[in-house]
């Protein structure tokens, strides 16, 4: 029995280190509201530039809003640092909001799973 219980161990150390730092990136999808004349491109340039971001990727086409802005629905896969998530996902929207200059950031799901903090909804 402990010859089973040692091979389940050594089993799921070799999984967790064959994965890697890649078993920790987090895949956010996201909506940004930005003004109606910023560039879609440009944006998710800015993106992708960010600290810790890994990949950027539209998820479906932009909206135009009577409001005068634009929703723009994106995934970014991202490396998060140490703490909770919602520390992290809010240290990338605030970058995000400032690089891009993106109005509102509202997260939608992380890794497909739907992302509510206390309940509610994050937007920043």
């Known amino acids: 029995m402990s010859e089973l219980v040692n091979l389940q161990s050594e089993?799921?150390?070799?999984?967790?280190?064959?994965?890697?730092?890649t078993k920790r990136i987090a895949a956010v999808n996201m909506k940004l509201f930005i003004d109606r004349d910023a560039s879609v491109?440009?944006?998710?340039?800015?993106?992708?530039?960010?600290?810790?971001?890994?990949?950027?990727?539209?998820?479906?086409?932009?909206l135009?809003?009577?409001?005068?802005?634009?929703?723009?629905?994106?995934?970014?896969?991202?490396?998060?640092?140490?703490?909770d998530m919602y520390g992290n996902?809010?240290?990338?929207?605030?970058?995000?909001?400032?690089?891009?200059?993106?109005r509102v950031v509202k997260i939608v799901s992380i890794d497909d799973n739907p992302y509510l903090h206390n309940g509610k909804p994050v937007v920043i």
């Open 11 to 21: 089993i799921s150390r070799i999984i967790s280190e064959a994965d890697g730092p």
């Open 41 to 62: 491109t440009d944006t998710m340039t800015l993106i992708r530039v960010l600290q810790s971001v890994a990949v950027v990727g539209q998820l479906d086409h932009s």
């Open 89 to 102: 996902i809010l240290k990338l929207s605030r970058a995000i909001k400032k690089a891009a200059n993106v």
């Open 64 to 83: 135009r809003s009577k409001m005068g802005r634009t929703v723009l629905p994106i995934s970014v896969k991202f490396l998060p640092g140490p703490g």
